[in-house]
């Protein structure tokens, strides 16, 4: 596995990567710094074109607007106090407070600096801990894979919803129509409705494409005002630059933040929202002065900062070694290794462990270009948050249908459209899409997994499972107790809100 | 990845999942039932039966507990719906005409992309999405939507090899490809 990680290195010698990779950070933060776009939107519309790059350069590609999606999420946070993402909506608590008191710069130093460091330690943490956890995957057998993804599911499923149940439901959809297509087992095709274009499933892109960028573009013509954010933001009055004192005197909540965020990366599901509301109650505790937060306190913009960008590289942790994604971003990921030819699971560091910790290292160097890079683009994106929906809306349009057509097969527009059309409609209804993507990835190794851990059996599943495989019996278990849980829980707060008065 | 509770946003949004969630339940309940007869070839007498491992046991699981989860949410809903006094439908009118209109200007431009190309009905969808969207000035409309498709088809056709769809129009089709070729001309 050393061999492995010394020989990612040479991988990592060319100048395609790094430019790349400058390309997604600017993209990701100038589509961050949108109120009404998200970073998975960019993501979803951009895939293809890191399947026309080499693995080495179109993943770091992805890697790169990820990264920069999740900062530029604060530039609007801080200078008006509406988040560009979900993950920055913490990040509201103090910003615009500094931004009022003329410390608007120092903040958005304050968080690209906690963002980078976050990111950099935990892919650090995860470039230490990935090869070992990946070993210790290949002593688990299809059994055990099965029981993992089925524990992941259900807490995804569970923390998309408030009472899990409409994260289920979107969970068991995706699975339906990831079973659609080519049965991998018996190779009988199923549920086409005598459609030839569903005879190899439906495709991922467009999937993807139609369940992260139609709803949005939809969402976005609900009010007609013509840009995302009406506040004008004069850069001339944010202030002086972040102090070293100031840095140093954040320090300790930056690198307790980044834990956290490293902690939750590693759970599928939870993501950089809770990551960064943790993040900060967790400053806001140790603060020795509590009662400035949410008046404008710089650890206020530190906290959650770190804790949202550190989830980045621990994410990748399931996603590598077991082919689980645990969110909307790896689930593309995981599209976008298996359009190069390469299945995340087990295996995977035995057949590209060289490739592997390319790409890992790889993100740690997009790191320091991140820091650069952000320093001389905090203004410009300032300003460019004010751009007029009549621009961008279009373009977002016509970059979907060419992701769409990039499988080269023209009904994957109709899919996408579709799918887009469904999907708005699923999220008017307050259901998280999230479970249907991740579960759509994972219908196919679900279903082999648990065909082969059957044949196995031998015609004892429950023996095989509960007695002979004590790993997927945890995990099996754990998942029940888990839905019990939830259960109960949601029982004793509906009683509660019942007896409540008013 | 917080959903909001029921009814919270008013009736009209819980009478929208109470809706979705009966669909999901009719919808999965049936395809549960008549899966085996959604299998095109291989497998159907060993689909009759539950336990065995055809290409009808995982779809049938999946939908079965679709259908059954969706079940328990109708029954929430309808617990927590609103009162009779409050069930009036408070759609906001304009928001959602702007929706159906987008999604319109969507479908229509999925269905012009055979005939007339990625070009040209790019040229026409941004054209007519810029002008919805509230752009009035004519002279950045026309640029806009002139430079959207040629710059797009440019990058994504010539510099990373993704195929776009060419009109059923040869006129059209030729213009296009000489166009992409002149420019291809300019930078290479």
Excluded at chain 1, 59 to 65: E, H, R, T, V
Excluded at chain 1, 434 to 444: C, D, G, K
Aim: overall charge neutral.
């Amino acid at each position: 596995m050393f061999d492995a990680f010394l020989q990612g290195f040479s991988l990592l010698l060319r100048i395609d990567t790094y430019v790349y990779i400058t390309i997604g950070l600017t993209i990701g933060m100038f589509v961050g710094a949108m109120p009404g776009l998200t970073t998975t939107l960019a993501v979803a519309v951009l895939l293809p074109i890191s399947f026309k790059l080499e693995p080495m350069v179109g993943i770091p590609f992805l890697i790169g607007i990820t990264k920069g999606g999740i900062f530029g999420g604060s530039i609007s946070a801080i200078l008006v106090g509406i988040p560009g993402t979900g993950a920055s909506i913490a990040t509201t608590f103090d910003g615009p407070s500094l931004t009022r008191q003329g410390k608007g710069r120092k903040a958005l130093e304050m968080a690209l600096v906690s963002s980078v460091s976050g990111d950099l330690i935990s892919d650090i943490i995860t470039i230490s801990l990935i090869g070992p956890i990946a070993l210790l995957t290949l002593l688990i057998g299809p059994p055990e894979v099965f029981a993992i993804i089925i524990f992941s599911l259900i807490l995804i499923s569970s923390v998309s919803s408030e009472s899990g149940i409409k994260g289920g439901i979107a969970a068991f959809l995706g699975l339906g129509l990831g079973f659609i297509g080519t049965d991998a087992t018996t190779g009988a095709t199923r549920l086409t409705f005598g459609l030839d274009a569903l005879n190899g499933g439906i495709p991922l892109i467009p999937l993807i494409i139609g369940v992260f960028a139609i709803p949005e573009i939809l969402a976005a013509v609900e009010s007609r005002a013509a840009r995302f954010i009406d506040e004008h933001v004069d850069m001339s009055k944010v202030g002086e630059r972040l102090r070293w004192h100031e840095l140093r005197g954040s320090i300790r909540t930056i690198l307790r933040s980044t834990l956290i965020g490293t902690g939750i990366g590693v759970v599928p599901g939870v993501g950089q929202v809770v990551a960064a509301f943790v993040g900060y109650s967790a400053a806001k505790r140790a603060s020795k002065h509590p009662e400035t937060f949410g008046k404008g306190e710089l650890d206020g913009i530190a906290g959650p900062e770190a804790a949202n960008n550190a989830v980045n590289g621990p994410t990748l942790v399931p996603l590598l070694t077991l082919g689980i994604p645990g969110d909307n971003i790896t689930a593309i990921l995981l599209g976008a290794f298996v359009a190069h030819g390469m299945r995340p699971g087990p295996q995977i560091f035995q057949e590209q462990g060289p490739l592997m910790y390319a790409l890992l290292l790889s993100f740690v160097i997009a790191n320091v270009i991140f820091l650069f890079l952000g320093f001389f683009l905090i203004k410009p994106f300032a300003q460019a948050m004010q751009m007029k929906k009549a621009y961008l809306l279009p373009l977002i349009l016509a970059l979907a249908f060419v992701g769409a057509l990039s499988t080269g097969d023209t009904s994957d527009i109709g899919i996408m459209v579709a799918v887009g059309l469904c999907s708005y409609i699923l999220r008017k209804a307050n259901f998280d899409l999230a479970p249907l993507v991740i579960s759509f990835v994972l219908a196919e190794p679900i279903e082999y997994t648990l065909s082969q851990s059957l044949l196995y059996a031998h015609g004892s599943p429950f023996d095989y499972f509960f007695i002979g495989r004590p790993i997927a019996s945890f995990f099996l278990v754990a998942g029940v107790i888990w839905i019990i849980w939830m259960t109960v829980r949601n029982m004793i707060r509906g009683r509660t809100s019942k007896s409540a008065p008013g | 990845m917080e959903e909001s509770p029921i009814g919270q946003e008013g009736p009209a949004a819980a009478r929208l999942e109470l809706g979705i969630a009966i669909l999901i339940a009719l919808g999965a309940g049936y395809l549960a039932v008549a899966m085996p007869t959604f299998v095109d070839e291989g497998g159907i007498q060993q689909a009759q039966d539950f336990l065995r491992l055809s290409p009808v046991f995982f779809p049938r699981l999946s939908f079965g507990l679709t259908s059954l989860i969706s079940i328990i949410l109708v029954i929430r809903i309808m617990k927590t719906l609103p009162g009779r006094e409050t069930r009036t439908l408070t759609l906001d009118g304009k928001k959602y005409l702007n929706v159906l209109i987008m999604s319109v200007l969507i479908v229509i431009y999925a269905l012009m992309l055979p005939f007339f190309g990625y070009g040209f009905a790019t040229l026409l969808a941004v054209a007519v999405t810029t002008y919805f969207l509230g752009m009035r000035a004519w002279l950045p409309l026309l640029a806009f939507s002139l430079v959207t498709p040629v710059l797009t088809r440019f990058i994504f056709e010539r510099l990373l090899a993704i195929s776009l769809p060419l009109s059923r129009y040869d006129p059209l089709a030729e213009f296009e490809q000489e166009l992409m070729g002149f420019l291809a001309g300019i930078f290479f």
